[in-house]
């Protein structure tokens, strides 16, 4: 890859886009989105510990939940800090190297969070569906097999996409038309026609997306189907309509984005700010707000701690 960066490129670094162009408006954006991110790190932080410490919560559900917000941490620190720091700077720039990172970085995460939610919409099927043989089909080996297959397609497809990437001559404009590197406003900057390079990315990126939400809402209409109970219809449709906004949520960008070729569209820095920053941040709130155990696990935790902190003090 080394070599790559050496013999194709001669631009050493990207300028990066302004959310706003008033020192004003960078100053309360900076405020807000320092606040989103904090909000961020302690929401997902909060459900990996409280999934992870209590003992009512070690199920197969709450184990993909525990990884959803660990990827909801990642995603968000992917471009959040950088973006940030440009705040507070008048002049926006990031290296070659440091942008093809997170390039990776962000699909790599990215498409490993897409995969896992394809996960927990399997477990929830299982669960409604099969409830009698959910102990045995999603016992805890399957359920790490089934996490570290979502971060190997995720790592498979971000590879892809930054190979792609990698292989572009960039010798003339470096101003990348965003706050972050993603494929399509760095592609456009390419010094060669990226027609075929564009339909590869659309093809694995589009594919990828559109095929996992598919899945997603065919899985939940089964459920839906199957179920003849007024109250099992309640509990199912709880918890569906918890999955399908932090679905939709996650694939609305990335389908809106990704399904056709780059250069006849350019991407709402709007839409790039909800799927990045603010998609991260609402997970946790979502799963929590809707959910009596995580709620509960929550509060045994503070009370435990509180009352360690009591014992210390005496």
């Given at each position: 890859?080394?070599?790559l960066w050496?013999?194709?490129?001669?631009v050493g670094?990207?300028l990066?886009?302004?959310l706003?162009p008033?020192?004003?408006?960078?100053?309360?954006?900076?405020a807000?989105?320092?606040?989103?991110?904090v909000?961020?790190?302690?929401?997902?932080?909060?459900?990996?510990?409280?999934v992870?410490?209590d003992?009512?919560?070690?199920?197969?559900?709450?184990?993909?939940?525990g990884?959803?917000?660990?990827?909801?941490l990642?995603y968000?620190?992917?471009?959040a800090?950088?973006?940030?720091?440009?705040?507070?700077?008048e002049?926006r720039?990031?290296?070659?190297?440091?942008?093809?990172?997170?390039?990776?970085?962000l699909?790599?995460?990215?498409?490993?969070e897409?995969?896992?939610l394809?996960?927990?919409?399997?477990?929830?099927?299982?669960?409604?569906?099969?409830?009698?043989?959910?102990?045995s089909?999603?016992?805890?080996?399957l359920?790490?097999?089934?996490?570290?297959?979502s971060?190997?397609g995720?790592?498979?497809?971000?590879?892809v996409?930054?190979?792609?990437?990698?292989?572009?001559?960039?010798?003339?404009?470096?101003w990348?038309?965003?706050?972050?590197?993603?494929v399509p406003?760095?592609?456009?900057?390419?010094?060669?026609?990226?027609?075929?390079?564009e339909l590869?990315?659309?093809s694995n990126?589009?594919l990828?997306?559109?095929?996992?939400?598919?899945?997603?809402?065919?899985?939940y209409?089964?459920?839906?189907?199957?179920?003849?109970?007024p109250?099992?219809?309640?509990?199912?449709l709880?918890?569906?309509?918890?999955?399908?906004?932090?679905?939709t949520?996650s694939?609305?960008?990335?389908?809106?984005?990704?399904?056709?070729?780059f250069?006849?569209?350019?991407v709402?820095?709007?839409?790039?700010?909800?799927?990045?920053?603010?998609t991260?941040?609402?997970?946790?709130?979502?799963?929590?707000?809707?959910?009596?155990?995580?709620k509960?696990?929550?509060k045994?935790?503070?009370?435990?701690?509180?009352?360690?902190?009591?014992k210390?003090?005496?």
């Amino acid at each position: 890859m080394e070599q790559l960066w050496r013999n194709q490129t001669p631009v050493g670094k990207f300028l990066l886009a302004a959310l706003s162009p008033t020192p004003q408006s960078q100053a309360a954006l900076f405020a807000v989105f320092l606040l989103v991110y904090v909000s961020t790190l302690v929401g997902n932080t909060l459900i990996m510990v409280t999934v992870s410490s209590d003992p009512c919560l070690r199920t197969p559900m709450y184990f993909l939940l525990g990884n959803l917000s660990f990827l909801d941490l990642c995603y968000s620190t992917v471009t959040a800090p950088k973006m940030l720091l440009d705040f507070l700077s008048e002049r926006r720039s990031i290296s070659y190297q440091a942008c093809m990172a997170q390039l990776f970085f962000l699909h790599f995460v990215g498409g490993a969070e897409m995969f896992l939610l394809t996960v927990m919409a399997y477990d929830r099927y299982v669960a409604i569906c099969k409830p009698l043989h959910y102990p045995s089909i999603m016992n805890r080996t399957l359920c790490s097999w089934m996490v570290a297959a979502s971060w190997a397609g995720g790592f498979i497809h971000s590879m892809v996409q930054t190979i792609l990437t990698m292989r572009l001559p960039f010798c003339g404009p470096n101003w990348v038309d965003n706050f972050f590197c993603d494929v399509p406003p760095v592609i456009k900057l390419a010094c060669t026609n990226t027609y075929v390079v564009e339909l590869l990315m659309v093809s694995n990126s589009g594919l990828i997306s559109t095929s996992c939400f598919i899945i997603l809402v065919a899985s939940y209409i089964t459920i839906l189907v199957r179920i003849r109970s007024p109250e099992g219809w309640r509990k199912a449709l709880s918890t569906c309509a918890t999955h399908l906004t932090v679905v939709t949520l996650s694939f609305g960008p990335c389908i809106f984005i990704y399904t056709w070729p780059f250069s006849i569209f350019s991407v709402d820095k709007l839409v790039s700010v909800l799927y990045n920053i603010i998609t991260p941040m609402l997970n946790p709130l979502i799963y929590t707000l809707r959910n009596k155990e995580v709620k509960s696990a929550m509060k045994r935790l503070r009370t435990k701690g509180i009352t360690s902190r009591g014992k210390v003090t005496v």
